[in-house]
Structures are given as C-alpha cells and as structure tokens.
C-alpha cells in the first residue's frame, strides 16, 4: 500500500533544504555555458543532490523526499545538452521543440522509479483529475470559468508580440495548421513532464518541510529559473514564467488535480511555440 509523504514530525533543517534549492537555481545558470561545461555542471548538481539524499536517509526522510524530488528534475537539462548538441537548432521550429522536450521524460521515468521506491502517495501527490470547477482565487470566479480566461489571455500575449505581428499574413494559418499536430505533441510532452516534475513532485514533496504557500514559492522561483533561456528568456522570462507557474500551482492545489493545470500548460506551450514558429517563418 502507498504511504504519504513524510510529514513534519521528522524536521530537518532549513539549511538542507535551502542548500538543495540552492544548487538547483545556481545550476539553471550552467545553460550559459559551453556544451561541455554546461553537461559536466549539470551531472555534478545531480550527483551531488543524490549524495545529498543519501546523506538524509533514515534521519531526515522529508529532507531526502524533496532532494530526491530536485535530483530527478536536474536530470533532463544536461541530458538535452549532451545529447542534442547544436545539431538541435538546426531543425524546424516545431520539431525542436518536440525533441528538446522529449529529453524531460528521462527525469520523469527517473521520478517515477524515486516514488515507487520511496512509496509515495498519488493522493498527497494530487496525480489525479481532481475537480474542473473548484473554487479559484478570484471571487465569484471558479475554475470552470478562470480556467478558460488564464488560456485565452496567454494565447493573445504570445501571439500579440510585436515580432509575431510582423510576420503574421495571409499564409500564417496555413504555416500554424501544417504544423499543428507536432507542435501538440511537443505541447502535451512538454507539459506534462513539466507539471509532474515542478508542481506535483516539487510542491508534494516540499509541503511538509515549508507548508503550502513556502512549496509554492520554492517551485515557482525553481521553474523560473529553469526558463532563464525560454521563450520568453532573461529576467523578464524568469518573472513571466514564475507567475504563470503560480497560476498553474493554485490550479493544482484548488482543483487538487491536475486536469486545469495540465490543459492550462499545454495551451501556453501552443501559444509560445506558435509564436516562435510565426514570428520565425
């Protein structure tokens, strides 16, 4: 039978958790580097946050469940780089996105071994539909009506970027349909390892060592930095992307499921790679 989550009765210090957070953001800056460097810099952060882990084992179980958590997301980045190399950018923008993203499944099959073997709980992990049309943060609004606006009101701020509207033209549906099913499977992939690895594993694992609204905060700044060099990159990609993942995060914890999250991800995975695919055709 699953057992939940370790809960706060077997405390650790901050510091462990802090410096495992820690190294995970300053490794989001390794994407700077040269390929080699960017793998060596990447596998190290791994190593070091299963040495971590282990070094937790039997003492701290809470402290080992969210570094083993932060060890399988580690996995996917310097996995990308060493396999990928420069040979990516040279393919079609929706087929990049598609491969580049197929490399997090290898922290998701990662992640999956860790919960089998820590014997975590799909229902503390909220791995489930859940509800559609919980109550949300905005009054009188619930999911079953915010869930659309979050997606409308993505879809028109990627789309309605000035470098897209350059480019936009009598062709531009034409070019977004003949690519549509490759950008949607990029979207469903990519989004749904991104949604087990950052919200459900992260903040599952993290909640009984910060409570709720410290897990959401941690996996917020953890995503954030994780797309330093998204679309869009840079400080301004940080911040846009730590908030929409905090709208992810309530979808999940207000909905206790992941059916809003999951299908809020997969359109804003279509609107930006959309955007990419118009603004560079």
């Known amino acids: 039978m699953a057992t939940a989550i370790t809960t706060t009765k077997n405390r650790t210090p901050l510091g462990v958790t802090a410096g495992a957070v820690g190294l995970l953001l300053v490794n989001s800056l390794a994407v700077q580097l040269a390929g080699t460097w960017q793998v060596a810099a990447g596998a190290s952060t791994t190593v070091l946050l299963f040495v971590l882990a282990w070094a937790c084992r039997g003492r701290w179980d809470a402290a080992t469940d969210l ?5 399988a997301l580690s996995v996917f980045g310097w996995v990308s780089a060493a396999l990928t190399g420069s040979w990516a950018g040279t393919l079609p923008v929706a087929v990049a996105f598609l491969v580049v993203n197929a490399f997090k499944l290898s922290s998701v ?27 949300s943060p905005v009054p009188l609004l619930r999911w079953g009506l915010l869930g659309p606006i979050v997606i409308v009101a993505v879809l028109v701020l990627f789309l309605s970027d000035p470098a897209v509207l350059a480019k936009a033209g009598p062709g531009t549906v034409r070019l977004v349909l003949a690519w549509l099913p490759v950008m949607l499977a990029g979207a469903v992939v990519n989004a749904l390892c991104e949604e087990l690895l950052y919200r459900h594993a992260l903040i599952g694992t993290a909640r009984p060592l910060l409570g709720t609204a410290g897990a959401v905060v941690m996996s917020c700044a953890v995503f954030g930095a994780g797309h330093i060099t998204g679309s869009p990159g840079g400080l301004t990609g940080v911040l846009f992307t730590a908030a929409y993942g905090a709208v992810c995060a309530a979808a999940m914890l207000q909905n206790r499921g992941m059916a809003w999250n999951l299908v809020i991800h997969v359109f804003g995975d279509l609107g930006a790679v959309s955007a990419l695919l118009i603004a560079a055709g």
């Not at 099959?109 to 539909?129: D, K, M, P």
């Not at 859940?130 to 109550?135: F, K, Q």
């Open 67 to 71: 570094v083993l958590a932060l060890g």
């Open 109 to 135: 099959a990662l992640l999956a071994v860790i919960a089998a073997r820590r014997r975590w709980s799909r229902e503390n992990l909220l791995i489930r539909v859940g509800s559609l049309n919980a109550r």
